[in-house]
């Protein structure tokens, strides 16, 4: 089974419009993280935001706020007034412990979304 | 700019050669991650560091290895390359393993 899911392989938005990216993630971890990252054309990875699996609050960072939605394991991107930069692939990831409960860090990855944002 | 660094940014060689890639973590960060992404198999995680000692193996092949020095900075060697090892490889550093991630630019690698 496919530890992150983005079922959206191409999402379009109108300039100034928001936007949700979707992402559902599996494990059976209690103790996990959930990122988004933002890869534009050049290539680099940026670190958008960050969600605790203890937050009670839905994590947010300046236009971006993660819908954080435990009991359905999703976690999608909301991105508020999109811009033409905004326009990018954009990942999903976890970062979950071992069977042994430790955690080494490693995110897994899901396929990306890519957004175009029309003027 | 995350403060990580990579280097060399693109490299094409041939089958069967041997190339290392470079990296240098954000100041202060004692993690490296190796990912690599390709376009039939994503991003995928291939190796992690901690102050110079190896934690975590991912997907990584017997042909790739790596290191992480006393200064930090960490190599990846990969050698005998095939066709398919052509890939963005990037590094990854974080001051502990609960601490986000933040990314190099990566290094672009043509095998040809």
């Known amino acids: 089974a496919q530890k992150i899911t983005q079922t959206q392989p191409g999402m379009f938005v109108q300039e100034k419009e928001a936007v949700t990216l979707d992402c559902t993630y599996d494990?059976?971890?209690?103790?996990?993280?959930l990122f988004w990252y933002k890869q534009p054309s050049s290539g680099e990875m940026i670190f958008l935001i960050y969600?605790?699996?203890?937050?009670?609050q839905n994590a947010t960072e300046g236009r971006y706020s993660l819908n954080f939605q435990k009991a359905r394991k999703s976690a999608n991107l909301v991105i508020s007034a999109s811009q033409l930069g905004d326009s990018a692939m954009y990942f999903c990831?976890?970062?979950?412990?071992?069977?042994?409960?430790?955690?080494?860090?490693?995110?897994?990855f899901g396929q990306g979304t890519i957004l175009t944002v029309h003027p | 700019d995350s403060g990580v660094t990579q280097t060399p940014k693109h490299l094409i060689t041939a089958t069967g050669q041997r190339v290392t890639l470079r990296c240098s973590p954000r100041?202060?960060?004692?993690?490296v991650y190796w990912y690599q992404q390709s376009l039939d198999q994503g991003l995928q995680f291939l190796i992690q560091?901690?102050?110079?000692?190896?934690?975590a193996k991912g997907n990584i092949l017997e042909r790739f290895s790596a290191q992480q020095f006393p200064d930090l900075h960490s190599e990846l060697n990969l050698s005998s390359l095939e066709l398919g090892d052509s890939a963005l490889y990037f590094c990854?550093?974080?001051?502990?393993?609960?601490?986000?991630?933040?990314f190099g630019p990566g290094t672009r690698l043509l095998v040809l």
């Open positions: 990854a550093s974080s001051a502990s393993a609960q601490e986000t991630q933040y």
């Open positions: 494990t059976s971890d209690q103790s996990y993280g």
């Open positions: 969600q605790g699996s203890y937050d009670e």
């Open positions: 990831a976890m970062r979950e412990r071992d069977a042994g409960g430790t955690s080494y860090g490693k995110l897994t």
């Open positions: 100041s202060g960060d004692l993690s």
């Open positions: 560091y901690y102050n110079g000692e190896e934690r």
